[in-house]
Nanobody, 120 residues
Framework: HVQLVESGGGSVQAGGSLRLSCAAS?????MGWFRQSPGKEREDVAR????????RYADSMKGRFTISHDNVKNTMFLQMNNLTPEDTPVYYC?????????????????RGQGTQVTVS
């Protein structure tokens, strides 16, 4: 079982930035972020393969969000810039020991508790 611990959420004004962190308790093949607002569908944000550094972003997230991974700390980061109120959902970290870009991040085998981002 892989435990994921998120941090870094909070409140920020429109145009501001936040960085989310997700520490994993064990090695995984892929990690990623998805977000979800109450009553709305999950939305993939970005994923990263720690061993290669390969990344993949949802089209709507390209340019403002940057995903990265610290292999020493086994921690994933999401740098979010130029935030708007539409970026306000709860953000979840997820991880999988299986590869496959065809799998939605929300369907990965492990997920964190979620961290709220509020943009006003």
């Amino acid at each position: 079982h892989v435990q994921l611990v998120e941090s870094g959420g909070g409140s920020v004004q429109a145009g501001g930035s936040l960085r989310l962190s997700c520490a994993a308790s064990d090695t995984v093949v892929v990690m990623g972020w998805f977000r979800q607002s109450p009553g709305k569908e999950r939305e993939d944000v970005a994923r990263i393969y720690p061993s290669s550094g390969r990344t993949r972003y949802a089209d709507s997230m390209k340019g403002r969000f940057t995903i990265s991974h610290d292999n020493v700390k086994n921690t994933m980061f999401l740098q979010m810039n130029n935030l708007t109120p539409e970026d306000t959902p709860v953000y979840y970290c997820a991880a999988s020991r299986l590869s496959g870009d065809s799998v939605a991040i929300g369907d990965f085998g492990y997920r964190g508790q979620g961290t709220q981002v509020t943009v006003s």
